[in-house]
């Protein structure tokens, strides 16, 4: 165990400040009528003041005001033996602001060490050279502490922010890959496992058709690893229309029958991505989970407003909110939009933005 | 318990250390004068505290 805790940013510095204490050494030492009495008590309050020091880095709230009212104390007891003992007031002075985490509070505390050397001296008439600097130095110590001690906490606030900022950055991002990873891997493997299917029922009386659908899934497959490897780089931009086309191959491949109208909007890249990141998760549900035998796409432009609705007439049904749909909600409340689910009859989702906001983001 | 009795060894050696320069009165004014210190460092602490969690 060290004398110093190593876990805070302290440094060599305490061991440095010791060097101050050559001054309470310094008189008995200069002074040839030094009695063997004052060199016991110089030598024993020495190791007593190491011990409260270290101590003091050791112990928090409300010990720590104990030893360091013991250091002061001992300046003021032993004015009297040893004018050198003022080190111990100047020490108090010093430790002060760092354990009163105001600098007002501060320096009423340095205030009140000063006060008690005034009363000290008063009563005991104490040499000029145990007061005179024990006050001009702990008044130095304590101002330039106070403001030290004070830089040091904003400093400390400053990283913790700086962590906490990076830890929700991370938290961020891992949460984008997840989502993205969700939509992209879920939608192809859909597609991949209807026309494999597909494949595997064409593939006896059609052949050729079975051939091309096993070109599909190849092709789907490499275009599902490019987007794999741009979504983890933060790279991808999806387009709304190739979506539509998509979603239209997909669908027809599932057998159900799709309707589309897409009318122009003009949408900034990250509003068009995640347009067509929601219309792709949406089919997706519609192909694994709905049974439909239809299914409606819709997307237009509302008072300034995208509308993008994907309707089915599948089997519908109240179910509680999966990772798709919570993605795809997350994905538009970003843009700072809304989202309607309504599952009467087959299931209705129904997701609006404001096409302004990303200008304003 | 160890880090206790670390505690009041020097309190008591401080006090030892007085009564061998045979200075009473010293002991009497500089530990009640101590005490006050340290509940005055105390209270002036909590009363930061308080008012830095109330901004």
Known sequence: MGLVPENRDHGWVPYVWLVFLAFFLLNPILDPHTTAKVWLITLSATIVFLVLYFRLFWTGPPWNYPLLAGIAAMGLGLGHTNPGSCVFIIYTASFIPWMIPKPRWAMFGVGALVAALGIDALLFHAPIAFWAPSVIVSLGVGFSNTYFAEKNRANAKLRMAQGEIEHLAKVAERERIARDLHDVLGHTLSLIIVKSTLAGKLLEKYPEKARSEVADIEKVSREAMAEIRNTLRGYSVYKLTEEVHRAKSVLQSAGVRVMAEAAEVSMSPAQESVAALIMREAVTNVVRHAHARTCQLRISCNNGNCLLEIQDDGRGGFQAEGNGLRGMRERVEALGGTVERDTAAGTKLRFEFPLAADDKR | ?55
């Open chain 2, 1 to 55: 318990m160890k880090s206790n009795r670390t505690m009041w060894l020097p309190v008591v050696v401080s006090v030892l250390l007085l009564m061998l320069l045979g200075r009473i009165d010293l002991l009497v004014i500089v530990i009640p004068l101590a005490a006050l210190l340290a509940y005055g460092f105390w209270w002036l602490q909590s009363r930061a505290t308080s008012h830095q969690r109330k901004m």
